[in-house]
């Protein structure tokens, strides 16, 4: 579940404590989280609703000023049921502190494991040192750029960043991506292993 800057701000200053979406299917469930920019999100209930449920009260907690405008915003996303999803601020985001964990060596050897398990599940072949690689030798350049050298659609991309970024060896930048010192520390292993 993707939400605006707009939204995490609201999030972040108390004034946002739920969300709205279309979905065949929820992509979030209650007694999860939710790792954003802000921090992580617990995810408090996740409910199929009806439109006629939605108060003025609920879009405002969804940083809406009217249910209407809730309503043309719910209107512009594909979905099959409408869900209200209750969350609050849990605390810091645990990737950000993963990233500057250097792994031991027995870390490494599982880290390195997972990543060629990544490799071998993808349709596309082998990418992870790619990306990795490219990521240290181009930091803080456009995501596109990168794209287009790699040979994939931006969005596509982006989610194999996003991906390693889960397991803390990329950190977003305002602009493009930077390897976080365990990344570094990761793609040295990968090198070496080569």
């Known amino acids: 579940m993707l939400l ?3 939204t995490l701000k609201g999030i972040q200053n108390g004034s946002i404590t739920q969300a709205f979406r279309r979905w065949k299917r929820p992509t979030v469930k209650a007694g999860g989280t939710l790792n954003t920019r802000i921090g992580q999100l617990a995810i408090l209930a996740v409910d199929a609703i009806g439109p006629e449920e939605i108060t003025e009260n609920d879009a405002a ?8 405008m809730l309503m043309e915003e719910l209107a512009k996303r594909d979905g099959e049921a409408l ?3 209750r969350f609050e601020l849990a605390g810091p985001d645990p990737r950000i ?3 500057e964990e250097i792994p031991t060596k027995e870390e ?15 349709s596309t072949g082998p990418w992870i040192r790619a990306v990795l690689k490219m990521v240290r030798a181009r930091p803080a350049e456009r995501a596109g750029n990168l794209a287009d050298d790699f040979g994939l659609e931006k969005l596509e991309f982006k989610a194999r960043v996003r991906r390693l970024k889960t397991i803390g060896l990329t950190e977003s ?13 990761v793609l040295d292993a990968l090198q070496n292993s080569e």
């Open 4 to 6: 605006r800057n707009v």
């Open 61 to 68: 907690a969804a940083g809406y000023p009217t249910v209407g």
């Open 83 to 85: 869900y209200r999803i």
């Open 97 to 99: 502190a993963l990233r």
């Open 108 to 122: 490494l050897q599982k880290i390195i494991l997972k990543l060629n398990r990544m490799d071998s599940r993808s």
């Open 173 to 185: 930048l305002p602009v493009g991506y930077r390897l976080s010192p365990r990344g570094r520390s």
